[in-house]
């Protein structure tokens, strides 16, 4: 009768491994995630065709843009407030990330006081901030200034340079400074590209780029030489007022009919 006791051995059963065992066999449908992941690629893929498929422009139809832009404007005007070429390098160092009409409005009375280097350092860094605080980064053009002001008295006699690379070597002073200074104070036949410049480029199929500088280069390329003085500030204007980041203003447009846009509106 003792032996009887054995009988507890199904308990042994290994019925939680089979359960488990199928629960394994259901976790295995993952591997559908993962192809699904291709199909974002090949999206991507498709953005750059279609910048590469817009029609090149014509060197006829070049230079009818331009044309019209310049019977539309035949002298514009930078909107940065400047008396001097050193007052004019001072207003596009602070117009970094600031608007024109914000920059203006600091400088009108900073210029009245200080529109000379040896001016600038005489009134120094931290009454230069009073004077641009309203700025964005302002602490740090500030200390930009005062820096391109004495380097401008100790390496060139004073004087605003007239190279890319000797204004490029200035405090807070970069290629677009250097190409708006050599334009407007020299009349060099440069092209700065901002955000409205390489905007239109882009968007037009002008000169498409990934960098500003592919876009000046691009530019440079194909805009013939009568209308390189004025060719930036053309662009830039009908970056700003028409040709509009969210919302461009096809209707009005000059040059709408020759435009490569896909979405433009007319």
């Given amino acids: ?13 290994p019925v939680p491994k089979k359960k488990a065992t199928a629960t394994a066999t259901v976790a295995k449908p993952k591997p559908p995630a993962k192809k699904s992941a291709p199909a974002k690629k090949s999206l991507k893929a498709t953005r750059p065709n279609s910048i590469k498929s817009i029609k090149p422009w014509t060197p006829a139809e070049i230079h009818e843009v331009f044309s019209r832009f310049r019977k539309a404007n035949p002298e514009p005007k930078g909107e940065l407030e400047h008396v001097n070429p050193f007052t004019l390098l001072v207003a596009v160092v602070l117009s970094a990330q600031a608007t024109d009409a914000g920059v203006n409005k600091a400088t009108r009375a900073l210029f009245e006081v200080a529109d000379t280097p040896q001016k600038m350092l005489d009134l120094g860094e931290e009454s230069l901030r009073d004077y641009i605080k309203t700025i964005g980064l302002y602490r740090t053009k500030a200390k930009n200034v005062i820096g391109l002001s004495a380097k401008l008295l100790s390496e060139f006699g004073g004087e605003v340079p007239r190279t890319r690379a000797e204004i490029e070597s200035l405090p807070g002073a970069g290629r677009k400074t250097a190409n708006v200074v050599l334009n407007m104070a020299f009349g060099e036949h440069t092209m700065a ?23 000046e280069l691009g530019l440079e390329k194909v805009i013939p030489a009568e209308f390189m003085l004025h060719a930036h500030h053309w662009l830039i204007l009908h970056g700003r007022y028409t040709c509009l980041a969210r919302k461009p203003r096809c209707e009005v447009c000059l040059i709408n009919d020759l435009c490569r846009w896909p979405e433009k509106t007319v």
């Fill in 1 to 13: 009768m003792a032996k009887i006791t054995r009988k507890p051995a199904p308990r042994k059963k």
């Fill in 193 to 215: 590209v901002d955000t409205h410049v390489f905007r239109l480029g882009n968007r037009t199929g002008l000169a498409p780029g990934k960098t500003p500088l592919e876009v």
